[in-house]
């Protein structure tokens, strides 16, 4: 949601917020806390480059000032992927980078399961108990956090992202689907249409997990009160 002065007009937000629909993310630059960019070498050709001054907010949209604001906006222009680190100087750096890329792909597993887990994890009675548990961690996230980071907020999309800058790598859109549907298949949808999609898949499934996790709950306390 914009912000605005007594004129009407759009006040720019200092800080970065975070608005997710089921992993959704709305880049406002909190650059200190937030831009990891700033912390990290850009890698070019597979060694490390000083930045200068104003560099790294050059590179990340998610950094600049009021000429960036509109950068997460409408359907995703495409992830700017940085040039792939073939060395490094010194093996601490080459470490450094080695671990956000694993943190990049863990992050991008366990989020696309969790999304597949709340989705259909009601559909075996084994784990309905705990879809019932993960649905609702989802939806508090969501309601929780609404009034500082907008509806919809989701902790692992805000880490992901944070990777991802650490790593250089920017034109990330605001929701977490529409960036899976682009590395998954290659299918680019808009924000909008991924805000849809996450709020008709999950109120459907954490509709259909309370009643199958009553109806369950029922039986088992028939069968109790017959012994």
Not at 14 to 42: E, K, N, V
Not at 197 to 213: E, F, Q
Request: charged share 20%.
């Amino acid at each position: 949601m914009d912000h605005h002065d007594g004129e009407g007009g759009p006040v720019p937000q200092p800080g970065l917020r975070l608005d997710i629909g089921q992993g959704s993310l709305r880049c406002l630059r909190r650059r200190d806390r937030f831009c990891l960019g700033h912390l990290c070498p850009r890698l070019v050709r597979g060694r490390p480059v000083e930045q200068g001054p104003g560099d790294a907010e050059k590179s990340n949209p998610a950094c600049q000032g009021q000429s960036g604001k509109k950068a997460h906006a409408g359907a995703p222009a495409g992830i700017q992927r940085p040039t792939a680190v073939m060395a490094a100087s010194g093996m601490a750096a080459l470490a450094a980078v080695n671990s956000l890329v694993l943190l990049d792909y863990t992050f991008l597993l366990l989020h696309t399961g969790l999304i597949f887990f709340n989705s259909f994890g009601w559909a075996w009675k084994k784990t309905r108990r705990l879809n019932l548990i993960s649905i609702g961690l989802t939806v508090s996230a969501w309601l929780v956090f609404a009034p500082w980071y907008g509806l919809g907020y989701c902790p692992c999309t805000h880490w992901h992202w944070e990777v991802k800058h650490a790593l250089g790598q920017t034109g990330l859109p605001n929701n977490y689907l529409t960036y899976l549907f682009d590395t998954w298949t290659g299918i680019i949808i808009t924000d909008e249409f991924a805000e849809r999609l996450a709020w008709t898949t999950l109120l459907p499934a954490l509709i259909v997990s309370v009643a199958l996790n009553l109806r369950d709950w029922r039986k088992s306390r028939a069968k109790g009160e017959e012994n």
